[in-house]
């Protein structure tokens, strides 16, 4: 950790405007180029619910429109 502070102080760079700045929803991540699967509509959507302890139910007991293709999960249980 002390190596990260010190290499940040040594470039004048701020960290926590990298780590504890609000993010739009629409801002571009240096992770949006990876597909989880779920659509990151969907998973704002489930970010939203989550603020207000709303659940989303299994989908295994049906579709969530996750946005997910093909997938095989439905009724699916081990």
């Known amino acids: ?3 990260w502070i010190d290499a940040l102080d040594e470039l ?6 990298y780590a504890n700045r609000h ?3 629409s801002e571009n991540l240096a992770w949006d ?3 989880p699967g ?3 509509e969907y998973l704002i ?4 619910r989550s ?3 709303e659940t989303t139910e299994d989908c295994r007991l049906g579709c969530k429109a996750c946005g997910i293709d093909d997938c ?3 009724g699916v249980f081990n």
């Open 45 to 48: 959507n489930e970010y939203k």
């Open 72 to 74: 095989a999960m439905w």
């Open 1 to 3: 950790y002390d190596d």
């Open 51 to 53: 603020l207000n302890a």
């Open 23 to 25: 993010r739009e929803f």
């Open 38 to 40: 779920p659509s990151k």
């Open 12 to 17: 004048n760079i701020d960290g926590s405007f």
């Open 33 to 35: 180029f990876i597909n």
